[in-house]
């Protein structure tokens, strides 16, 4: 199953790259013209990511799996992440919000570590501070 996220990740930028290397020069400037940040591929990503924790969580997956899925999922946007793909990668995160609690104490600590040294607190959009409280919990 974690094959298929991975792959998810990767068609993902792919098509983000293809995106931008068909977007005319100067588009999205100033709010004119075909932008590829506003390409379908983002949105179709984000759900697709979705779609596979609900088939992920279905499955019952084994803690080793759990935690592979969440650090997977949370580390993408510091390790894979671009100017065209981080912010969709970083939205992404909100999908592990029902897989953290069924991570074990010193995973969620060392998923909480790594997200205080990849992702300041200052830079925290309301789903990463809700990841963060999530890896918090005693």
């Not at 379908?40 to 803690?63: D, I, K, N």
């Not at 999922?73 to 992404?92: K, M, N, R, S």
Request: net charge neutral; hydrophobic share 40%; charged share 25%.
């Amino acid at each position: 199953m974690l094959e298929q996220l991975k792959q998810c990740y990767a068609q993902y930028a792919t098509e983000a790259e293809q995106a931008a290397k068909e977007a005319a020069p100067f588009s999205g400037v100033w709010g004119w013209g075909a932008d590829a940040r506003n390409d379908a591929c983002h949105t179709r990503f984000y759900e697709a990511v979705g779609q596979w924790m609900e088939a992920f969580l279905r499955g019952e997956p084994s803690a080793e799996e759990l935690h592979k899925a969440a650090k997977w999922i949370l580390c993408a946007a510091a390790e894979q992440g671009d100017e065209q793909t981080f912010w969709f990668l970083y939205a992404a995160q909100g999908h592990c919000k029902p897989l953290i609690p069924l991570l074990n104490k010193e995973q969620r600590a060392s998923l909480r570590d790594y997200y205080d040294a990849h992702y300041p607190k200052r830079d925290r959009m309301p789903v990463q501070k809700e990841i963060y409280k999530l890896l918090s919990k005693k």
